[in-house]
């Protein structure tokens, strides 16, 4: 196991009255807040109605930024760098899912720099500092209420593109699962295959000794497996709700990558599918996963592979590592069509042109002409497994 420093400063109020607490968690570090929100979806449930209360009740200037979509723009971002500037802002409480926090989190940064905040994405810009802010999660997906890491769609380059700071870790975050019994089936199912992928990434490397981490990971896939289809099934089921919340922060958090050489693959490759087709991050990571598990199987993988499947689907020890390694993708697959997801990209509205330019993106959006994870990739892999998920 490689040496490490583990340290999460974010402050998690989880549960079902755990609103109360703004007024006092805001005002450790101001009064005049920009409310970062989407698409009127806050507003149907009554939530957004509970914060202004508060927030007149505790003497709590807000501005708002709302209109964030999937797969968050750039040009939003900028908007809300402007607002926080002109109204000298000095607290960010993003209220949504992971597009909603992706967003707070560059306006937070990029309201404290003199440059476009695409720079800082591109990493041409060093963050200086950053806005405090926090969050009041409706979507349990992506883990962005408690790491560092951010993921920003720029429409006018064909880029979709992850960045990170210390900057940009929230300084707590409002987990209450009833804010998530209107997400719908689809958006579930999509949220839980993100929390899997997340989880996913940082669990198939090789030969690092990280056998606890490693069973985290294995407890966090288990849990998708088991609730996911209960909250499809029954939304309103706090138990289903609270225990997909939860692992969906733990995921991404930090812990499971800890001592770990983890270079994530499926993640840049999906950000080529939502930056071209503008589709829901968890389906196409739910897409490619199995087949990328299919072009890693060989001599080396095959061992963790088959792990995965004794551990996470219980499955019987066959004849052979390499059979048992097939039927853990093959599980991992039925699980993702059995919640509703597609299982190949045309299903999505990809033509097969689109593949030879996404894996070309793919690689140039990197630092390094390969993805260097679970098995190195270079372009021509990149293309072999988008024709294999298409």
Not at 4 to 21: M, V, W
Not at 64 to 70: A, K, M, N, T
Not at 265 to 272: A, L
Not at 345 to 365: H, I
Request: aromatic share 10%.
């Amino acid at each position: 196991m490689k040496d490490f420093i583990f340290d999460i400063s974010t402050k998690i109020f989880f549960g079902a009255d755990q609103l109360k607490n703004l007024p006092s968690e805001i005002k450790k570090y101001g009064t005049r807040v920009l409310i970062v929100y989407g698409q009127n979806s806050i507003k149907k449930i009554g939530l957004y109605d509970k914060i202004v209360k508060i927030f007149k009740e505790d003497n709590i200037d807000y501005f708002e930024l709302s209109g964030i979509v999937p797969n968050p723009r750039i040009d939003k971002v900028r908007e809300g760098v402007d607002l926080a500037k002109e109204n000298k802002i000095d607290f960010i409480l993003a209220v949504g899912g992971g597009s909603v926090i992706d967003t707070a989190k560059l306006v937070a940064v990029g309201a404290y720099s003199n440059c476009d905040p695409w720079e800082i994405v591109i990493g041409n810009e060093e963050p200086k500092g950053g806005i405090p802010f926090g969050s009041v999660l409706t979507l349990s997906a992506t883990g962005s209420e408690m790491d560092l890491g951010s993921v920003i769609t720029n429409e006018e380059t064909g880029q979709k593109l992850a960045w990170g700071s210390e900057y940009a870790r929230p300084k707590f975050a409002v987990m209450n699962p009833e804010l998530t019994f209107s997400v719908n089936s689809y958006h579930t199912a999509a949220g839980t295959a993100d929390i899997m992928s997340h989880t996913m990434e940082n669990y198939f490397t090789l030969n690092d000794g990280a056998f606890l981490q490693d069973r985290m990971a294995e407890a966090i896939l288990k849990t998708c497996i088991k609730y996911g289809p209960i909250a499809i099934a029954e939304p309103e089921n706090y138990e289903a709700r609270a225990n997909l919340m939860w692992a969906g922060s733990w995921a991404i958090n930090g812990l499971l990558d800890t001592g770990k050489n983890t270079a994530w693959s499926v993640h840049p490759m999906e950000h080529e599918l939502s930056a071209l087709r503008d589709i829901t991050h968890g389906v196409g990571l739910a897409i490619l996963t199995p087949y990328w598990l299919e072009y890693c199987l060989d001599e080396e993988t095959q061992g963790k592979i088959a792990e995965f499947g004794y551990n996470v689907f219980n499955l019987d020890r066959g004849k052979s590592i390499d059979e048992d390694a097939k039927n853990a993708i093959a599980e991992l697959r039925k699980f993702f069509t059995s919640v509703g997801i597609p299982e190949d990209l045309k299903d999505v509205g990809f033509k097969e042109v689109d593949l030879p330019v996404m894996a070309k993106n793919c690689v140039e959006n990197r630092e390094k002409p390969e993805i260097n994870g679970f098995k190195k990739l270079k372009e021509e892999d990149v293309l072999k497994i988008y024709k294999m998920a298409f």
